[in-house]
Nanobody, 125 residues
């Protein structure tokens, strides 16, 4: 398994931007499919975005498509989530996840075996 540490969360006004980072330990980061999920208060954790090991394929939840961008730098063992045009409904704890499964559009929580501790994103109206 790989250890994951998220950073970059914070408080931002609606319409603003944030970039989350997820640093991974280990020498095999480039072999992992990576994902971002989020959990709002009182709600279940939900899929946000995923990226293949090479970065060549990405998939997004409909709610963030066109506003969020997932990317990775395998040389730095880091995956990013650039969040633009933020809305109050984007407020949640954001979690980074990793697994060796082949990336697909319908990734779920059960597909990922390694998780970070989460970082809080709060969007004020």
């Amino acid at each position: 398994q790989v250890q994951l540490v998220e950073s970059g969360g914070g408080l931002v006004q609606a319409g603003g931007s944030l970039r989350l980072s997820c640093a991974a330990s280990g020498r095999t980061f480039s072999s992992y499919t990576m994902g971002w999920f989020r959990q709002a208060p009182g709600k279940e954790r939900e899929f946000v975005a995923t990226i293949s090991w090479s970065g060549g394929r990405t998939y997004y939840a409909d709610s963030v498509k066109g506003r969020f961008t997932i990317s990775r730098d395998n040389a730095k063992n880091t995956v990013y989530l650039q969040m633009n045009s933020l809305k109050p409904e984007d407020t949640a704890v954001y979690y980074c996840a990793a697994d060796r499964q082949v990336v697909r559009a319908t990734m779920t929580l059960a597909d990922f075996g390694s998780w970070g501790q989460g970082t809080q994103v709060t969007v004020s109206s």
